[in-house]
């Protein structure tokens, strides 16, 4: 191992050596070999100068040549956003080094850079704090001012990211730098300057991001004001291209005349028309890349008028404006602009309007003409029917028109019953999540009337659709109802149309049909009664909920904005264990009330009981149930799930816990209940405290410190709020020598280190801890302990009493119904069940583990968690001694355990 560190080094130094050579300068070097490089690279510099500049402008020249060839031979393809951003970064870059009298070094591809120098202040914290993020201390950093933003180059202290994105500023790689480490260079803007931003780095291993942390990167106040760009010289405009498209439509073209992709229109939605003397045109664009237009040239830098897009609900851009009529048939210079507030800039875009378009002609009032004498009565234009009298109880297959591209009904069925009318429509795609019988303008004061979707279709192509059932008050006429955009979280005022002409008889309504309440209209102001929820068999009690389908309120607002969010963390428990999992796909806040959607594993789940309300599922596929709750943030939310997979319909208890930490800064409302009464068993006073880098992320746990530890290897120990701490068993040597281990992944006992949440009985842990780690709680009161050794210090610790201690075997051959007769809550086993040299002639290292795996298994199927102890193992005497302080937490005696270790310090010391 030491020799391959060894050639590492080795090679690192020839890296360094080569690029502080090749840039013309001397560099200091980094790292723990800094003095000897240093000098190397001194000696060097003056032996071998005149050759390396040989070979320098040899290298430059060589390299020039390939990229003029490369730059003549690359066919303009079209390029993504990400791209578009690279190249424009990379132009802000050379410009700024040219302004400072720098040369821009040409490097191969696969080359490393030398680590940027200086100290212009750029600093990466801890979100709201003065602690540096310690994976990422900047090492060196400088600063430029440029006409485009603030030009920051930096160099982090390691090479864990190689990928940073900061807010308001984009997404920056890094480069490989001579020390392993990675070099960036980011562009903010000039108001950026003096504050912090939100950065989130990515790790270069497997393009991860940091999430345990917010974290913010110091942006140095600079008093340098932008260079002021001169008036630029009047040039000729471009040739308009000759090429024109070969559809039949307005569209954005390039300088070769082909189609520009990224502003792709839609051939159904778009179209131009002729009206007086002007074109009116109206441009519907699939994407959402850009969202302005400029009728001009890229270089104009002045663009007014901008022509806004108006967003759509289900995506994309409508823009709405007029030109010439002289325009038909010819290709105008367009500029298009993106969210961020610039502009495509790469080459220039003409807007193509064709030759034929539609004319819009005037409403010409006929000359009256004498009325004939009929010769046979003239079948009358039919009314609106405000009743289907005409039409007998039963299901129909119907038409229904809305007038709006977006908001397209491709299936309706009517159902009529005593007078009474519904539809169950499909819509023709996912954008909509609530309707409104009634205006836009009245559906956000109106929330307890919104019709939630009551199912998802798929079509023929893959597409979703969503499912609704609405009153209809009426046919042959136009029904107001408003729509909201899911996404854009919006109401937008739609009508819709039911010919009565277009109904055909499918089927007479059954039974279970004739007896519910859901065609009932009340004059479309109501949603339609929901379903009764089925009652419960009280047979199976196996599966019986104890709640039986009863849930209590929780607090569930919250100071988040109005939005959609993404859960930090979720996790759940409970059930009867046949269930697969339940996620939760996102937050929705409306009107300052937290709503979350959660998606079963199963489609046998038809209701949900949640904060003292029943809820039905909005969708069932053919394998999951999703249902929207309302819950509280950052806490256990108790629910109870409707299944009807069974022989009969049970209710079946569940705990979640949804975690979102915005919202704890936004201030959350927290439900009194829920305050956590700690008895201060955990922590006692074990000793100092420090903070750690490495400390475990569990779900719902808000870190606060790690005991300092002196001597110990093989644990750590870790605290929380609530007095909850993480206990940490270290198993790597083992695992090392069982690589061909066999692991469950349900197991935990499965990886390099067993992870233990210790809490007192009353604290109320997050839902699904337990299955990342076992759980304990504390103070034990009836233990199973197999070590000598561990009952050598509960001896110290005057813990004797056979009430507290079982007697149950050994590992090897626990007695497993001793442990239930005495209710044990806690066993500890030696360190011998790990696999160690010698014990390789009765079973392999890997069958020895799985017997630690299987143990540890058996035992938390009981609800006793499995403790490994390696005190034993420790080399050191004090090292030993230091585990007094893990059996004071374990049986509520820290401040005992912390005594007896100060005594052996204090003995070692006088020795």
């Not at 000039?190 to 110091?218: H, M, N, W």
Request: aromatic share 6%; proline share 5%.
């Amino acid at each position: 191992m030491r020799r391959k560190i060894k050639q590492k080094k080795m090679k690192a130094l020839a890296i360094a050596l080569s690029a502080t050579i090749t840039m013309g300068s001397f560099v200091p070097a980094y790292g723990e070999d800094s003095e000897k490089v240093n000098e190397t690279v001194e000696e060097i510099t003056e032996e071998e100068t005149t050759e390396e500049e040989t070979t320098e402008e040899e290298t430059v020249e060589e390299e020039t040549t390939e990229e003029e060839t490369a730059e003549e031979e690359t066919t303009e393809e079209e390029t993504t956003e990400e791209e578009t951003v690279e190249e424009e970064t990379t132009e802000a870059q050379e410009a700024a080094k040219a302004a400072e009298g720098m040369e821009t070094p040409t490097t191969q591809e696969n080359d490393t850079e030398a680590p940027v120098t200086g100290d212009a202040g750029v600093k990466v914290f801890y979100a709201q704090s003065e602690e540096e993020f310690p994976m990422m201390r900047i090492e060196g950093s400088s600063v430029t001012v440029t006409a485009n933003g603030i030009l920051i180059s930096f160099c982090a202290n390691r090479g864990t990211y190689n990928k940073v994105d900061i807010e308001g500023a984009g997404t920056f790689e890094g480069n490989l730098n001579t020390i392993g480490s990675y070099n960036f260079t980011v562009i903010v803007p000039f108001d950026a300057a003096g504050k912090r931003l939100a950065i989130v780095p990515y790790k270069a291993k497997d393009g991860e991001p940091y999430t345990s942390k917010p974290l913010e990167i110091q942006i140095p106040a600079s008093e340098i004001q932008p260079t002021v760009t001169p008036e630029p010289t009047v040039t000729p405009e471009p040739e308009v291209p000759s090429v024109t498209p070969a559809e039949d439509r307005v569209s954005v073209i390039k300088e070769d005349g082909t189609e520009f992709k990224m502003f792709s229109s839609v051939q159904t939605e778009t179209k131009a028309t002729a009206k007086e003397d002007k074109i009116a045109v109206n441009l519907v664009i699939s994407n959402e890349n850009y969202d302005k237009i400029y009728l001009g040239s890229k270089d104009v830098e002045d663009k007014t008028p901008v022509i806004e897009g108006k967003k759509l609900p289900e995506g994309g851009y409508l823009f709405t404006f007029e030109l010439p009529e002289s325009c038909k048939g010819t290709s105008q210079l367009v500029s298009l602009g993106k969210p961020d507030g610039t502009w495509y800039s790469k080459q220039e875009l003409y807007l193509y309007i064709p030759k034929e378009i539609e004319e819009e002609k005037p409403q010409e009032t006929p000359a009256p003409t004498p009325t004939p004498a009929p010769t046979s009565t003239p079948k009358p234009t039919p009314a609106p029917t405000t009743s289907p009298s005409k039409n007998k109880d039963g299901i129909y297959s119907a038409e229904a028109s809305t007038g709006a591209a977006m908001f397209k009904v491709v299936e309706c069925e009517l159902r009529i019953k005593k007078g009474k009318m519904a539809a169950h429509i499909t819509l023709s795609g996912s954008g909509y999540d609530y309707l409104y019988m009634g205006t836009a303008a009245k559906a956000a004061a109106d929330q307890s009337k919104w019709i939630k979707y009551d199912g998802v279709v798929t079509n023929s192509e893959g597409k979703e659709q969503r499912t609704y059932t609405i009153p209809v008050a009426a046919l042959d006429k136009p029904i107001t109802v408003a729509s909201h955009s899911e996404k854009n979280d919006k109401w937008f005022d739609r009508t819709i149309t039911i010919p009565s002409s277009s109904l055909k008889f499918v089927r007479d309504l059954t039974d279970e049909e004739e007896n519910n309440n859901q065609t009932e209209n009340n004059n479309g102001e109501n949603n339609p009664q929901p379903v009764k929820p089925v009652q419960p068999s009280n047979t199976e009690n196996n599966t019986q909920s104890s709640s039986n389908g009863a849930t209590s309120a929780v607090n569930t607002s919250t100071g988040l904005k109005d939005g959609v969010y993404t859960p930090d963390s979720f996790s759940w428990s409970g059930g009867s264990g046949r269930l697969k999992g339940i996620s939760c796909t996102k937050i929705t806040v409306k009107n300052g009330q937290a709503y979350a959607t959660i998606v079963f594993a199963s489609n046998g789940y038809s209701v949900v009981s949640a904060n003292g309300s029943q809820y039905s599922a909005i969708g069932n596929t053919s394998g999951t149930s999703t249902f929207e709750i309302p819950v509280q943030l950052n806490a256990n939310n108790r629910i109870s799930a409707l299944t009807t997979k069974m022989s009969a319909a049970h209710w079946v208890d569940y705990v979640i816990y949804i975690g979102l930490e915005a919202a704890r800064t936004a201030g959350s409302g927290t439900d009194k209940s829920n305050d956590q009464k700690t008895s201060g068993v955990v922590a006692g006073n074990l000793g100092q405290t420090e903070k750690v880098t490495d400390a475990p992320t569990l779900t719902g746990l808000t870190y606060k410190g790690s005991l300092k530890l002196e001597h110990a290897r093989y644990f750590k120990l870790h605290y929380y709020e609530n007095d909850i701490a993480v206990l940490e068993i270290n198993l790597n040597e083992e695992l090392e020598k069982a690589e061909d281990k066999k692991t469950e992944e349900t197991s935990l006992f499965g990886k390099d280190k067993i992870l233990y949440v210790l809490a007192a009985e009353d604290t109320d842990l997050p839902a699904g801890v337990e299955k990342e780690a076992c759980v304990i709680r504390i103070p034990s009161k009836k233990a199973f302990v197999d070590s000598k050794d561990v009952l050598d210090i509960l001896e110290q610790l005057k813990i004797t009493d056979k009430d507290r201690l079982i007697d149950a075997g050994s590992y090897k051959n626990v007695d497993f119904k001793e442990l239930i007769k005495e209710k044990c809550d806690l066993a500890v086993i030696s360190s011998d069940i790990l696999p160690h040299k010698g014990d390789e002639e009765n079973l392999t290292a890997a069958e020895q583990y799985e017997a630690v795996q299987t143990l540890g298994d058996q035992l938390q199927e009981l609800d006793i968690p499995m403790f490994v102890d390696r005190s034993a193992d420790e080399k050191d005497e004090l090292a030993k001694c230091e585990w007094y302080k893990v059996y004071g937490a374990l049986f509520g005696c820290a401040k005992e355990a912390d005594e007896l270790y100060n005594q052996a310090k204090a003995r070692a010391q006088e020795s």
